[in-house]
């Protein structure tokens, strides 16, 4: 009876997986499992249950280790980009295959609407572009005890010095599956900049 239970909770999370139970993934950009390259599969392009091939928990797809152009001058992936960034940007800035999983290497890169390339100069800053100010300001509002600012979480990114602090990355706007179904995949509306609103005060 417990091994026919365990069929079933298996078969039902397997079918949820292309609806909106799980974050509404079934209409999130991300979801590549119409694309040959992705073999009919949902999660596989980004994430694996077991033997992830990189140092991320769970992470599936080749990481960027890219040199980019950042606001305040030559940055890397590894040194200057928070490590949920530098996922998100190991396909969008265009160094890396989209199939580029599972140890393959791939042939199919994102298009020219998704590519953000490696000058980050005309992108909101993340990583150590934007360390979130911990004290009081007349420019940003305050991050709370669990490093969020209102709706948003800052990311957590290891200085040079060894000392973490926290920053807008790209999933601090931008929810990876699309949960709240917004325009852009953000995280909220932001109607009447109701986003921007949130850290910075006009």
Avoid at 181 to 192: D, I, P, Q, T
């Amino acid at each position: 009876m417990k091994l026919r239970n365990l069929w079933l909770g298996t078969a039902a999370i397997v079918a949820l997986a292309g609806t909106n139970a799980f974050g509404q993934i079934g209409i999130s950009r991300h979801n590549f499992s119409s694309y040959g390259w992705s073999g009919g599969e949902i999660c596989k392009p980004c994430h694996t249950p077991h033997f992830a091939t990189m140092a991320f928990p769970l992470w599936n797809h080749d990481l960027t280790n890219a040199t980019y152009t950042m606001h305040e001058g030559e940055g890397t992936a590894a040194a200057n980009i928070d490590s949920r960034s530098r996922m998100c940007l190991g396909c969008h800035d265009g160094t890396v295959a989209l199939d580029s999983f599972g140890g393959a290497t791939g042939t199919n890169f994102i298009g020219p609407l998704g590519n953000v390339g490696i000058d980050l100069t005309d992108d909101h800053p993340i990583g150590s572009d934007a360390i979130y100010p911990t004290a009081a300001s007349t420019s940003f509002n305050p991050q709370d005890a669990s490093h969020r600012v209102g709706g948003l979480r800052l990311r957590s990114w290891i200085n040079p010095s060894g000392v973490e602090e926290y920053v807008v990355g790209c999933s601090t706007c931008h929810a990876v599956h699309n949960t709240g179904n917004y325009g852009h995949m953000l995280r909220m509306s932001n109607a009447s900049s109701a986003l921007c609103l949130t850290c910075h005060i006009k």
